[in-house]
C-alpha cells in the first residue's frame, strides 16, 4: 500500500478538528467546563455580587424617591436625588440621636430576657415530662437562643457590617446618579439585536423593584410603628426595642414574621401572663393587616411573588450566603421572575411573527 492510499485511510486523531464529531464533542466540552467556571466564580464572588444587588436595590429605592419628588418639585434629577439623600441621612441621625441611648438599654436587657423566659419554659416542659429527663433544659434553651442571640447581637455589633453597608449604600448612591451610564455600558457588550429587550427588561426590572421595595419600606414602618406603640400600651417591656426589631425583620418576608413574633411573645410573657396574652394579639392583629392590607396592596403594584417560593428562596439564600442572601432573596426573586417573564413574552411575539409571515 502506498504512503498516500495509507494517508486516505486514516482516521482523524482527537487533535483534528475537521472531523465533524470532534467539532462537536469540543463544543460540548467547553460548554460543560464553561458552565463549572461559572459556578465556580459565582460561588467565590458571591459576597461582592450580592454587594451589587444591594446596591441596585438601593439605587431603585433612591430613585423612586426621586421619581416620587419630581412630581411636585421640578427641578434637576442631581437636585432631587441630593434632597432625598439628605432626607434619609437626617432621618437616621436625628433616630439615633433621639432613640439611640434607649434602644441600647433595652438591647442590654432584651437577649437575658428572652434567654430567661425559654429556660423556664423548657423547664416547665421538663417537669411534666414533655421533654426527657437526660436532655440538659439549659443546653436546649442555649441552642434555642442562639437564633435570637443573633438577631439582637446585630444591634450591640453594627460594626461587623458596616463596612458592606457603606458599599451597599454607595455603590446605590453612584448608580442611583447616572442610571443610563450603567445600563448603557451593559446593553453595550451585548448584540445590536439583542439590545432593544435588554433596554425594556431593564425597565420592567426597575419599575417592579421600586414597587416593590416601596411596599416593603411601608410595612415595615407600618408594623414597627403600631408595635411600639401597642406593646408600650399593652405593657410589655423593651416596647421600642421590639418595634424596631419588628420593623427591621419586616424587611425578611415570612423568615422575619416568625422571629419577631417569637420575641415579642416571650418578652410579653416576661411580665406576666395576661401581658403575654395581649402580646399574642398585638402580633396576632398586626399580621392580619400586613397580611390582608400591605400585602395585597403591594402584589397589585409590583410582581405576585408565591409566598412558598420566596421562603424556599430564602431558606437556600440564606444557607449559602448569609444574612446579606437572606435579605436580598425576595428582590432577586423578582427580578428573575420579571427576566423570565420578559424572555418567554419576545420568545412568544417571535414565534407569531414567523407563523405570521
Given amino acids: ?8 485511510t486514516e482516521a482523524p486523531g482527537p487533535a483534528d478538528n475537521s472531523d465533524p464529531l470532534t467539532g462537536r464533542e469540543l463544543k460540548r466540552a467547553i460548554v460543560w467546563v464553561s458552565v463549572v467556571v461559572a459556578v465556580l466564580l459565582l460561588w467565590f464572588l458571591s459576597e461582592p455580587l450580592l454587594l451589587i444587588i444591594g446596591g441596585i436595590v438601593v439605587s431603585q429605592m433612591l430613585d423612586g424617591g426621586v421619581r416620587l419628588l419630581g412630581r411636585v418639585l421640578p427641578i434637576g434629577r442631581g437636585w432631587r436625588l441630593a434632597i432625598v439623600a439628605t432626607l434619609v441621612v437626617a432621618a437616621l441621625i436625628g433616630f439615633l440621636f433621639f432613640a439611640g441611648a434607649q434602644i441600647t438599654a433595652q438591647a442590654q436587657t432584651l437577649q437575658a430576657t428572652i434567654l430567661g423566659q425559654i429556660q423556664s419554659w423548657m423547664g416547665w416542659a421538663h417537669q411534666r415530662g414533655f421533654i426527657p429527663a437526660g436532655s440538659g433544659v439549659g443546653q436546649i434553651g442555649q441552642q434555642l437562643m442562639g437564633s435570637f442571640g443573633k438577631v439582637t447581637a446585630a444591634l450591640g455589633t453594627a460594626l461587623g457590617a458596616l463596612s458592606s453597608m457603606a458599599m451597599i449604600l454607595v455603590l446605590g448612591l453612584f448608580i442611583a446618579m447616572e442610571p443610563r451610564l450603567y445600563e448603557r455600558g451593559i446593553a453595550w457588550m451585548l448584540p445590536i439585536e439583542k439590545r432593544a429587550s435588554f433596554y425594556e427588561t431593564t425597565k420592567e426590572m426597575g419599575h417592579t423593584l421600586r414597587r416593590l421595595m416601596a411596599g416593603r419600606l411601608l410595612g415595615m414602618t407600618v408594623e414597627g410603628v403600631f408595635v411600639a406603640i401597642a406593646l408600650e400600651i399593652v405593657g410589655v417591656p ?20 416568625i422571629v419577631s413574633g417569637l420575641l415579642i411573645v416571650l418578652v410579653g410573657f416576661s411580665a406576666g401572663t395576661d401581658t403575654g396574652i395581649w402580646a399574642i394579639i398585638v402580633y396576632a392583629t398586626v399580621q392580619m393587616f400586613d397580611g390582608y392590607v400591605i400585602v395585597p396592596m403591594v402584589a397589585r403594584r409590583s410582581v405576585d411573588l408565591p409566598p412558598a417560593l420566596v421562603l424556599g428562596c430564602q431558606l437556600l439564600f ?31 411575539d417571535a414565534a407569531s411573527e414567523t407563523e405570521a409571515a
Avoid at 1 to 8: F, T, V
Avoid at 238 to 257: Q, R
Fill in 1 to 8: 500500500m502506498s504512503d498516500a492510499a495509507a494517508a486516505r
Fill in 238 to 257: 423593651m416596647a421600642t426595642l421590639l418595634g424596631i426589631l419588628t420593623g427591621l425583620l419586616a424587611f425578611l418576608p415570612n423568615i422575619g414574621a
Fill in 318 to 348: 440564606g444557607a449559602l450566603f448569609g444574612i446579606l442572601g437572606l435579605a436580598l432573596a425576595d428582590p432577586i426573586v423578582a427580578m428573575i421572575k420579571v427576566l423570565l417573564e420578559k424572555s418567554s413574552a419576545l420568545k412568544a
